[in-house]
């Protein structure tokens, strides 16, 4: 099992930068695909971007590349999302998700088995 905490969200204006940090409890953690899911006022829950338990493959939404990069750290618990060049439409709570390995990163939430609570991103235009 899983415990799954958020950090970094916060106001950032178009065209800054965030790092958010998911950590992690449980010695499992390193046998864990993370992803990172964020959800926009009226909008459905939308998967960012994620990667594999040993950090060898990651998968990203069209929408993100070449601004967001995923990493982690096995040793400390810690699944990065790095944001740059924000913009307004990338508001929204950003939560990241844990499951076991599969053979492809799955991009539906129901997929998942342990959430954050989520941390909120405003980027103001």
């Known amino acids: 099992q899983a415990q799954l905490v958020e950090s970094g969200g916060g106001l950032v204006q178009a065209g800054g930068s965030l790092r958010l940090s998911c950590a992690a409890s449980?010695?499992?953690?390193?046998?864990?695909?993370i992803s990172w899911f964020r959800q926009a006022p009226g909008k459905e829950r939308e998967f960012v971007f994620g990667i594999t338990p040993d950090g060898g493959r990651t998968a990203h939404t069209d929408s993100v590349k070449g601004r967001f990069t995923i990493s982690r750290d096995n040793a400390k618990n810690i699944v990065y999302l790095e944001m740059t060049n924000l913009e307004a439409e990338d508001t929204a709570v950003y939560s990241c998700?844990?499951?076991?390995?599969?053979?492809?990163?799955?991009?539906?939430?129901?997929?998942?088995?342990?959430w954050g609570q989520g941390t909120q991103v405003t980027v103001s235009s």
């Open positions: 998700a844990a499951r076991r390995p599969s053979p492809t990163i799955p991009t539906t939430a129901g997929e998942y088995d342990y």
């Open positions: 449980g010695r499992a953690f390193s046998r864990y695909t």
